[in-house]
Nanobody, 127 residues
Framework: DVQLVESGGGLVQPGGSLRLSCTAS???????????VVWFRQAPGKEREEVAG???????SYAASVEGRFAISRDDAKRTLTLDMNSLRSEDTAIYYC??????????????????WGQGTQVTVSS
């Protein structure tokens, strides 16, 4: 069975940085390297939104609200997805989820219909 395990959330002051990681088990290296991998977040009272994502062969893309501050990267050999978050703001406070799917990346991102999700990790930006 595929499992995604997230780590790295926590409390940070505005302007600070955090790194989130999402490690997949149950994927071969080849399968993971061809998968669509995305970070989502959901703040209290708000809908879930995509933060950053990467298809198997394309360049990463970001939500406008995090462009220039967040960076997504993937290590296919380790089946690990990372989100580096810098210059954090109070509005970045949310539960962050990773998602992985081997289907059509454009479609999956449009529908948020992913086969596999992490358990979520809380990020709180507050002084």
């Amino acid at each position: 069975d595929v499992q995604l395990v997230e780590s790295g959330g926590g409390l940070v002051q505005p302007g600070g940085s955090l790194r989130l990681s999402c490690t997949a088990s149950g994927y071969s290296q080849w399968a993971y390297s061809t998968a669509c991998v995305v970070w989502f977040r959901q703040a209290p009272g708000k809908e879930r939104e995509e933060v950053a994502g990467s298809g198997p062969f394309g360049s990463p893309s970001y939500a406008a609200s995090v462009e220039g501050r967040f960076a997504i990267s993937r290590d296919d050999a380790k089946r690990t997805l990372t989100l580096d978050m810098n210059s954090l703001r109070s509005e970045d406070t949310a539960i962050y989820y990773c998602a992985v799917d081997r289907g059509n990346c454009q479609q999956r991102r449009a529908t948020q219909n992913f086969d596999h999700w992490g358990q979520g990790t809380q990020v709180t930006v507050s002084s």
